[in-house]
C-alpha cells in the first residue's frame, strides 16, 4: 500500500514552460486536492475533485489545470509556467474528510526561472 | 467562506513548558477541524481532529463555537514537538480543505 505517491519530487522548469505533477492514490479514495505551499502563507487549496470525472477550482487556481479521469490519478498541469509559481506542491486524497482526514504525498519541489 | 486563521506564525518555548497554538475559524455552519502537523523534511501528517476529541502525542484541542477557535494545547512540552503545525477546516459536503497559515513551533532545550 504506496498512499499517495507525487511524482517528480523535484524540478526546474523554464519561465513559459509546461509541464505535469503526477498524483496516484491506492487508497481508493473519492476525495483528492492539490495544495501549494509557501512560507508565511501556509497551504492554499489550488484545485479539488470529489470523484472522477468531477473537479472544481480552490483559492489559487489561475494558471493550473486538473483532470481526474480515474479514480486513482489527478494530475496537476502547469500551462506556461511564471516564477510566480515557484513553491511546493502537495497532492492529497481522502476518502471523506469529515471522518479520516486528508492522506498527503511527499510533496514536489517546483522551481520556475 | 472558509478561513483558518492561525495568529502566530512563530512560537518558541521552553521544554517541559505548557504550549498552546491558537486556531480561530470563520464559517457559517457546522466546521470540522484538524490540526495536522509536518515534522522537518517529512510528510503533513494528521495530528487531530475535533469529532474524535482524542489525544494524541500529548496534544488535545477542543473546538469552542461561541469563540469560533480551536486551540491546540500541550501541558509539557518536548524537544520532539518542534515542527510546523497547520490547523484546517472542512466544510459543508466535506469536499475541501483549508488550511491557516501555520505556526512554526520551537521547544528549546
Known amino acids: 500500500n504506496a498512499g499517495v505517491t507525487q511524482t517528480p519530487k523535484f524540478q526546474v522548469l523554464k519561465t513559459g514552460q509546461s509541464m505535469t505533477l503526477q498524483c496516484a492514490q491506492d487508497?481508493?479514495?473519492?476525495?483528492m486536492s492539490w495544495y501549494r505551499q509557501d512560507p508565511g502563507m501556509g497551504l492554499r487549496l489550488i484545485h479539488y475533485?470529489?470523484?472522477?470525472?468531477?473537479?472544481d477550482q480552490g483559492e489559487v487556481p489561475n494558471g493550473y489545470n486538473v483532470s481526474r479521469s480515474t479514480t486513482e490519478d489527478f494530475p496537476l498541469r502547469l500551462l506556461s509556467a511564471a516564477p510566480s509559481q515557484t513553491s511546493v506542491y502537495f497532492c492529497?486524497?481522502?476518502?471523506?474528510?469529515?471522518?479520516?482526514?486528508?492522506?498527503f504525498g511527499s510533496g514536489t519541489r517546483l522551481t520556475v526561472v | 467562506a472558509q478561513r483558518v486563521t492561525q495568529p502566530e506564525k512563530l512560537l518558541s518555548v521552553f521544554k517541559g513548558a505548557p504550549v498552546e497554538l491558537k486556531c480561530n475559524y470563520s464559517?457559517?455552519?457546522?466546521?470540522?477541524l484538524f490540526w495536522y502537523v509536518q515534522y522537518s523534511r517529512q510528510r503533513l501528517q494528521l495530528l487531530l481532529r475535533?469529532?474524535s476529541r482524542e489525544s494524541i502525542k500529548g496534544f488535545t484541542a477542543d473546538l469552542n463555537k461561541g469563540e469560533t477557535s480551536f486551540h491546540l494545547k500541550k501541558p509539557f512540552a518536548q524537544e520532539e514537538d518542534s515542527a510546523m503545525y497547520y490547523c484546517?477546516?472542512?466544510?459543508?459536503?466535506?469536499?475541501?480543505?483549508?488550511f491557516g497559515q501555520g505556526t512554526r513551533l520551537t521547544i528549546n532545550p
Open positions: 492529497a486524497s481522502s476518502y471523506s474528510s469529515r471522518d479520516d482526514g486528508y492522506t
Open positions: 487508497m481508493n479514495h473519492e476525495y
Open positions: 475533485s470529489v470523484g472522477a470525472g468531477i473537479t
Open positions: 464559517y457559517s455552519g457546522s466546521p470540522e
Open positions: 475535533h469529532i
Open positions: 484546517a477546516l472542512s466544510g459543508k459536503g466535506a469536499q475541501k480543505l483549508v
